[in-house]
């Protein structure tokens, strides 16, 4: 079977990874794709964001099945242009991708059917959103979550601990003029991922993971895409996980088919473990990175025969998704400045020496000048590593940092914090 992967990161790159090594693989294509997808994968000249083109490159390389990374293309409808010519697509539909291009969507389905999530409004105005300021308390107890409703990239978010930060926060969303904005409760507890394959009707779950989304070291200063993860999600317990399958995601699959757009792909359910029990916080329709990176660590089991089951509509009969008993553990190494403006350019050496500690490291944001792998973005590399408990995987993971020659580059020093 010949496979198309669409993406350029970290989680593409962990994808390329695992894909190769699916013995129902032909030949792998990846777009627009990286250095580090180039050692799996063919790198094509197509332009991903041209529909025609990917649908024209899809029937000519006799392309068995399109695999959708980021959520991007998935939000502007790839997958659908795709399934129009019969070609089995990992990824949901335009409509069903809403759950994260569109935030207030999600908490207007919570709200349709049930789903425990915290109590919200959704604002278009600067004056709107400081009216439901008072819904949350006055002076400074108004602690709440303000969240831009459309693609953010993981850092359209500020969670405000008191109501002069919400003031702040608010007129620096509505500084350039009407947007469309979720204001939510701030919940209490620990936060996990859960990921969740639904081929439209059936879901499996697929793994848990916490990722560290703060940049600085003890979660402090803003948001950013996510500066490491860990898996599985320790505080997630098999009953808690039920729950989160019976009282959100589940409802959610069906909400959708029952309104005609089926859910087919990996929903990513990001949840607080709250006293009252598992709360949605937000969804995203595609693996997240770094999530994506341990998971594809501790997956067992053939990646592409599996996708293509859920494309297909046979996740029923296919087998349960299989995990390593360990704990993978990846760091995100950035370009100095991220999330502001990072610094491009810089050198990077190392990688072979990394991966002969055993740990693999994922390009991110790479690209080749001459024979030189530079940073072009952001978040540059996530160095992964596993082992028998988090302290391991921990102690593999950071060796395997001081490996890599990255001096325009940074990490945090303490992923794996919150389960040591």
Known sequence: MNILLVGSGGR???LAWRLARSPTLDTLFAAPGNPGIAQHATIPDLDVDDHRAVVDFVRRQHIGLVVIGPEAPLVKGLADNIRAIGVPVFGPGREAARLEGSKGFTKDLCARVGIPTARYFRVTSRDGALACLDDFGADDHGACVIKADGLAAGKGVVV????????????????????????????????????????GTSIAAFGSAQDH?????????????????????????????KRALDEIVRPTIDALAASGTPYVGVLYAGLMLTADGP????????????????LMARYDGDLAALLLAVAEGRLADAPAPA?????ALTVVMAATGYPGAPAMGGAIR???AA????????????????ETLVAAGGRVLAVTACGTDIAAAQAA?????????????FCRRDIGRRAT
């Open 160 to 199: 405000a601990a008191t109501r002069a930060e919400a003031e702040a926060a608010i007129a620096d969303l509505y500084r350039g003029g009407p947007v469309e904005a979720v204001i939510e409760e701030r919940m209490e507890g620990p936060e996990a991922s859960l990921f969740v394959l639904s081929d």
């Open 213 to 241: 989304k703060r940049v600085g070291e003890g979660d402090t200063g803003p948001n950013t895409g996510g500066m490491g993860a860990f898996s599985p999600a320790h505080e997630l317990t098999p009953d808690l996980e």
């Open 397 to 409: 993971a950071y060796r395997a940092v001081d490996a890599i020659d990255f001096p325009t580059g």
């Open 12 to 14: 593409e790159h962990a």
């Open 350 to 352: 190392g990688i072979d």
């Open 323 to 327: 995990f390593r008993d360990e704990v």
């Open 279 to 294: 709360k949605l916080i937000e969804y995203n329709v595609r693996f997240g990175d770094p999530e994506c990176q341990v």
């Open 355 to 370: 991966e002969a500690t055993g740990a693999t490291v994922f390009q991110a944001g790479t690209r080749l000048d001459g």
